[in-house]
């Protein structure tokens, strides 16, 4: 019960949190998303009400480093009024539903160190009558996320594959695949080696996302913040606790196990069939939820030999790697970018450097939200909600999902990515000069190559030229 002493209060509820746009560059209509929501207004006795607003703001506050200035800038304002002309209301409980529309082109949350992209919808009740005033609810929060999909569908999946001729390692075959190339999702890095001319030690094969900020002023000003390179960490069925179940085997576990044991049953349990298990000894216990070390060096290729390699990785979490800004949001202030690499690390034999070659190509990202729990939330229903909204539906994220969850979801579709074809013709680069290129020479323009020798213990700033061999 409402006490006749307190002040008068308003909240705001939202059907949901989170809501998925999908920008469009072309001049066909786009489907824009619906955000319902709920305006309590609580009465501790009779009011005369001259008016309830509703406000839905998108402020982006950015700044490109250096000597730039901090700038916020307005993406999205959009308001609704009840005109009540002083109709006055008992004491209780009042709920006011409304509806917003979000255009498919709005720019989509952000936060980075650049700055971030921030929504909310509060309220605002004003009283008929010049002592009474009004009241203001505390503002909530809503988050958009930008899917390159249609509405309600999954991102699509990625499967790159190129291919580059090395004087070093020969024809070069690379491809990067995923069932959806989210934030903090897995993916499959493959690499094969139809034969080097010369014997080499592969170092080390691994997964590069280069990202990379732009941030644009109202005055036309666009800072070019340095990109920075994440590596995608490798991951596998041993990282994972819960994965496998483990079974004594007789041919790689020297220590004996234990008897079977009955789980014992409660009395007041109706009888049934509950299993035993076999405790298992130290060698058969499974390994907690660590990094996965390559062999160093990952390989010893010699001349002529073909080389295969396979590794499932998954991206870093949204505290890393960003979405990628997708076209048809003008606003954007804060937009970023990507490009997928493959990195192989050789050292020739006689040479007391290492060698790097990168190929890859620039990829969309996208939100670790676009899952199908959270895309098949009705966030796209245009029906007016019937009543009042107490909490939002639920969404998940991909940073939240656990190994076993990724492995479960997505392992056998990247398993069978991660088998290689073998190599349809044989290796016949042997004796070809370093001006004739192999019919599977990559052009340039489509994809970045480059080949650069790096000390062993130095670090590699990838500078990507065009056609490096």
């Known amino acids: 019960m409402l006490s006749r002493f307190a002040s008068p209060t308003v909240s705001v509820t939202l059907s949901q949190d989170i809501v998925f746009v999908h920008a469009l560059e072309s001049p066909f209509p786009s489907q824009d998303p619906v955000v319902h929501g709920t305006t309590l207004i609580k009465l501790p006795s ?19 480093g250096g000597a730039l200035p901090y700038e916020t800038t307005s993406v ?7 005109d009540l002309a002083g109709e006055v209301f008992e004491a209780g409980n009042h709920a006011f539903n409304f509806t917003f529309i979000i255009p498919s082109s709005t ?32 503002p909530v929060a809503l988050w958009i996320s930008a899917n390159p999909s249609p509405p309600g569908e999954i991102p699509f999946p990625l499967d790159l594959s190129f291919q580059h001729f090395s004087p070093d390692l020969g024809p070069v075959g690379v491809g990067i695949s995923s069932p959806h190339l989210t934030v903090a999702a897995l993916c499959n890095v493959r690499l094969s080696l139809l034969g080097p001319p010369k014997p080499v030690s592969i170092v080390s094969v691994v997964g590069v996302i280069t990202q990379t900020f732009t941030v644009h002023y109202r005055d036309g000003t666009v800072a070019r913040p340095k990109p920075m390179n994440l590596t995608l960490k490798k991951v596998d069925h ?40 076999r405790p298992v000894s130290t060698c058969c216990t499974i390994h907690p939820d660590v990094d996965v070390p390559d062999p160093t060096p990952l390989a ?19 505290d890393h790697v960003r979405p990628s800004t997708l076209d048809g949001s003008p606003k954007t202030v804060i937009r970023v970018s990507h490009q997928l690499s493959v990195e192989v690390r050789y050292r020739k034999d006689g040479d007391t450097e290492d060698m790097i070659l990168t190929m890859g190509k620039p990829v969309t990202i996208t939100s670790c939200c676009c899952l199908v729990d959270s895309l098949t939330l009705p966030a796209y229903c245009a029906k007016k909600p019937s009543k009042t909204i107490i909490r939002p539906l639920e969404s998940r ?17 990247l398993q069978r990515a991660g088998v290689l074809d073998p190599p349809s013709s044989e290796a016949r680069f042997l004796g070809v000069g370093s001006d004739d290129k192999s019919p599977a020479y990559t052009a340039a323009g489509h994809d970045y190559l480059s080949s650069v020798p790096i000390q062993r213990r130095g670090t590699f700033d990838s500078g990507f030229e065009d056609g490096g061999g």
Not at 47 to 53: C, E, G, L, M, T
Not at 300 to 318: K, L, M, N, T, W
């Open 76 to 82: 999205l304002s959009k308001s609704l009024e009840h």
């Open 238 to 277: 041993t990282a994972s606790p819960s994965l496998s179940v483990p079974i004594h085997n007789p041919a790689t576990c020297s220590v004996a196990p234990g008897p079977v044991i009955d789980l014992p049953r409660q009395v007041e349990q109706p009888i049934v069939n509950l299993p035993s298990f």
């Open 300 to 318: 010893r290729v010699e001349a002529g030999q073909e080389f295969h390699h396979s590794r499932i990785c998954r991206v870093p979490d949204d």
């Open 46 to 64: 009779r009011k005369a009400i001259r008016r309830v607003k509703v406000v839905l703001e998108g402020l982006c506050d950015a700044c490109g």
């Open 107 to 138: 720019p989509a949350s952000q936060r980075s160190c650049y700055g971030r992209t921030r929504y909310y919808v509060k309220a605002l009740v004003e009283f008929d009558g010049m002592l009474n005033g009004g009241v203001v609810s505390p």
């Open 397 to 413: 994220c991909a940073c939240n999902m656990t190994l076993k969850e990724c492995l479960d979801r997505d392992g056998v579709l």
